[in-house]
């Protein structure tokens, strides 16, 4: 019996060192070294054409001769071949030229800062970067390490408000980013833009700065005589600055003079009573209004939101510093007309709103955003869709004002349901949205409430500065609104591309989304 137990164990025991030594690994089976096949594997790869391609790659890689490996050349260049200077200068011309026409017509640094990138990127150059300030715009492209960068910058000179050119220039950029036009092209129909004169005479956008008087005379409940005093005045202005213009007086002088004009005309019309109505300080309010319509404060504050503070600053500056002449030239007004004992027009009282008022403010903003809109020569496409925007705006902020809803707060869901609109319906119907939004805005700029300021410091004893202080929150609130609103129609609007994303935020103008292309 023992014997039997002794012969089973010994069988069992080479069996087992039979299994052991079939699973231990030989020699050439580590992962470092060649696998070798057996019979069994043989079989099992036929029917498999996965082999183990890991301990494949790592023998080859660490186990193969290195006099078997293929020599580098050291003069062949790998990857693409960066341009050269002529490509690389004249690629930064063009697109420093696109982003001045950006910039003095009032869009944001983070705007202009992802068409500069979109359009070297679709003309062929390498990684580029760009700084915007408020007078000037760098763009360096970086060629590697064999190459030396190429630095280019262009100071931005003026401001204009042509909103015709920066809708064919956006038209452009389109074409260059989606490769339907070359550089050489490109460059000729830039030129052809910034040199065409305005698309109509300058005394239809006289007509339409008058008409923008008019309606927000209409808006805060004037009577038709009041509207046509106030439209003679504000195109009187016009033209004063027009001509004080070819003189290159600052700006600064100009707001000056416009307020002086327009508070010493409206004291002169009352005296002479030639108006039949309790409220001719509206006149002096539409004309403050259409003075401060034409202010970056959009464009401040969007590039303050998305991290350009040096721009913001620098439009924030200008700005103030507008806004400062205006009240200057006010204030200078009503300090003369009490020294020549002329008769002061008492100050107006913000009157409640009521539901009859409601279609009267509605068509008074679609006609001031329209005007606005033609006085910065927009198209007919844009002056009606900016016309829809004024509408949405009137009638959100007439019907807030109903309610106990302030006027700051009124001011900024108003704009925020404009910016939003804008930023959808915009883009779709080929209108700039920084077209649509500044114009939206404008009937709801706090022309009164800065008069009705003005007054309180400049004429009442201890006057009150929170009446100001006011004025400013709903130009912030107004600025914020729209931005706000471009921000959130961003997930609605289709074709938001990685580039924008990245390195504009809310965008207002520029392309979309951009595409690979080198330059022809």
């Known amino acids: 019996m023992k014997i039997n137990e002794h012969t089973k164990r010994a069988q069992r025991g080479e069996r087992g060192v039979e299994k052991n030594q079939d699973e231990t690994p030989e020699r050439g089976e580590w992962l470092l070294e060649a696998p070798r096949q057996r019979d069994g594997e043989r079989s099992i790869q036929a029917r498999s054409h996965r082999p183990n391609l890991l301990r494949r790659r790592a023998w080859q890689i660490l186990e193969a001769p290195t006099a078997e490996q293929p020599a580098v050349d050291g003069d062949e260049t790998m990857g693409p071949k960066p341009p050269d200077d002529t490509t690389v200068n004249f690629v930064l011309d063009l697109v420093l030229r696109i982003g001045e026409v950006q910039m003095s017509s009032g869009a944001g640094a983070s705007d202009v800062t992802a068409t ?281 902020y007439g019907a807030l004002m109903l309610t106990d809803f302030q006027a700051v707060s009124s001011s900024a869901v108003a704009a925020t349901l404009v910016g939003f609109c804008g930023g959808v319906l915009a883009r779709r119907l080929k209108v700039t949205p920084l077209v649509v939004a500044v114009s939206g805005i404008t009937p709801l700029l706090p022309g009164l409430s800065t008069y009705r300021g003005l007054y309180q410091l400049g004429v009442e004893p201890g006057g009150n500065i929170s009446t100001l202080m006011t004025a400013v929150a709903v130009g912030l609130a107004l600025a914020a609104g729209v931005v706000l609103g471009e921000y959130l129609a961003q997930p609605v609007r289709t074709g938001l591309g990685r580039l924008e994303r990245k390195f504009a935020g809310p965008r207002m103008a520029g392309p979309m989304e951009p595409a690979e292309r080198r330059l022809e």
């Open 116 to 396: 500069i990138i979109a359009l070297t990127s679709a003309l062929g150059l390498p990684h580029c970067e760009v700084d915007v300030i408020f007078t000037s715009i760098t763009v360096t492209c970086h060629r590697g390490t064999d190459m030396a960068p190429v630095t280019a910058l262009r100071v931005v000179r003026s401001r204009s408000l042509d909103y015709t050119r920066l809708t064919q220039t956006e038209t452009l950029v389109r074409r260059i980013v989606r490769g339907n036009i070359g550089a050489e092209e490109a460059q000729q129909e830039l030129q052809r833009i910034t040199t065409a004169p305005h698309p109509y005479p300058r005394w239809v956008a006289t007509a339409a700065w008058g008409g923008l008087a008019a309606f927000i005379t209409l808006i805060l409940g004037g009577s038709i005589d009041v509207a046509l005093v106030a439209m003679v005045i504000s195109a009187v202005i016009d033209r004063l600055g027009r001509f004080l213009n070819r003189y290159a007086l600052p700006f600064f002088f100009q707001q000056v003079i416009g307020g002086l004009v327009a508070t010493l005309s409206a004291m002169a019309i009352v005296s002479s009573n030639l108006l039949t109505t309790d409220k001719p300080t509206l006149v002096v309010a539409a004309a403050v209004t259409v003075l401060l319509s034409g202010l970056s404060t959009v464009s401040a504050v969007q590039d303050a939101i998305t991290g350009y503070y040096v721009t913001a600053a620098g439009r924030t500056m200008e700005t103030a510093l507008m806004s400062a002449g205006l009240i200057a030239g006010v204030v200078l007004a009503l300090k003369i007309a009490q020294l020549i004992e002329m008769p002061l027009t008492p100050l107006p009282e913000v009157v409640s709103s009521t539901p009859q008022d409601l279609p009267i403010i509605i068509l008074g903003s679609v006609g001031a955003s329209a005007c606005f809109a033609f006085a910065s020569y927009s198209t007919m496409r844009a002056m009606i869709v900016a016309g829809a925007a004024g509408a949405i705006g009137g009638a959100v």
